[in-house]
């Protein structure tokens, strides 16, 4: 499922080709939102929170849209070949297009229009955004306090709860407990919470800024993650081979990329 870095990059660039323009096509195509029509209306943000994205209208509406495991924003220039093949394709859940550009919601995961006053009610459950502008004060504050009432979960499927920290997903979990050397199965309690999130919204700012996500800030193939997806491979720190296992609870437990040799923090209770 893609993570934070992946909803700012695309909020990014979905901001640069539609915000401040009128929608000369604008259409939703999934569920009881079939047949919407928001052509004529103006795009005033497109925002994201955690791994949603919220597209802001003039006429104060919100499209709340999610990814889930396939989903993407695909930008084409309006009336090109490409556009024109997606304008057909039947993943394809919401067209909002400029005179000069056309974004396709592809195998979107989620679609809601609201109104926007009620964001809250597809947003409000979520703790704050791990790469949002003033997580380092007030955001992190309120993680840490969230953290403090579960202490007795292990850290990695902490993380990974968004109504505690939104925008962690399994890579960044694996990659942040992998560089504070911590265990992936280590109680919050013992463990120095902070530090992790701290880690983990850098790892996602720097790949915000990257030409390509990455993890480690290497474009490289291959070379875009120390530990996750690199079961059986050396452990980039001491060499061991790198071990999966899951954490969380069924059924909605999670791969934990890790290395069980350096990885000792918060090991021993």
Same mark, same amino acid.
């Not at 499209?63 to 024109?84: D, K, N, Y």
């Not at 997580?135 to 902490?158: K, M, T, V």
């Not at 199965?185 to 902070?194: E, G, S």
């Given at each position: ?42 795009? =005033?943000? @497109?925002?994201?929170? $955690?791994?949603?994205? +919220?597209?802001?209208?003039?006429? !104060?509406?919100? %499209?709340?849209?999610? &990814? ?52 809250? =009610?597809? @947003?409000?459950?979520? $703790?704050?955004?791990? +790469?949002?502008?003033?997580?380092? !004060?007030?955001? %992190?504050?309120?993680? &840490? ?125």
């Amino acid at each position: 499922m893609p993570e934070g870095d992946i909803l700012h990059r695309a909020a990014r660039t979905l901001t640069s080709v539609l915000v401040g323009h009128e929608l000369t096509t604008g259409e939703l195509r999934w569920g009881d939102l079939g047949g919407t029509d928001l052509t004529g209306t103006v795009v =005033t943000a @497109v925002v994201p929170v $955690g791994k949603h994205l +919220l597209t802001r209208l003039e006429d !104060g509406r919100t %499209l709340h849209t999610h &990814l889930r495991m396939e989903g993407s924003w695909i930008i084409q220039p309006a009336g090109s070949a490409p556009a024109r093949r997606l304008t057909r394709d039947p993943h394809v859940r919401a067209v909002l297009g400029t005179s000069r550009h056309t974004t396709f919601g592809h195998r979107l995961g989620m679609l809601d229009l609201i109104t926007t006053a009620d964001e809250a =009610t597809v @947003v409000g459950h979520l $703790g704050p955004d791990v +790469l949002a502008a003033d997580f380092p !004060g007030a955001g %992190l504050a309120q993680a &840490l306090a969230a953290f403090e009432r579960h202490g007795d979960r292990p850290i990695g499927e902490a993380l990974l709860d968004q109504r505690l920290v939104a925008g962690i997903g399994t890579i960044y979990m694996a990659e942040s407990l992998f560089l504070r050397q911590t265990y992936p199965w280590a109680v919050v309690a013992d463990v120095d919470v902070p530090s992790i999130l701290m880690t983990a919204r850098h790892l996602m700012a720097r790949s915000v800024a990257a030409p390509t996500p990455t993890a480690t800030g290497s474009s490289v193939r291959g070379t875009q993650s120390r530990v996750h997806s690199r079961a059986g491979k050396p452990c980039t720190r001491c060499g061991s081979p790198v071990a999966v296992a899951p954490v969380g609870r069924p059924p909605r437990e999670r791969p934990a990329f890790h290395c069980p040799v350096c990885q000792t923090a918060g090991r021993e209770r």
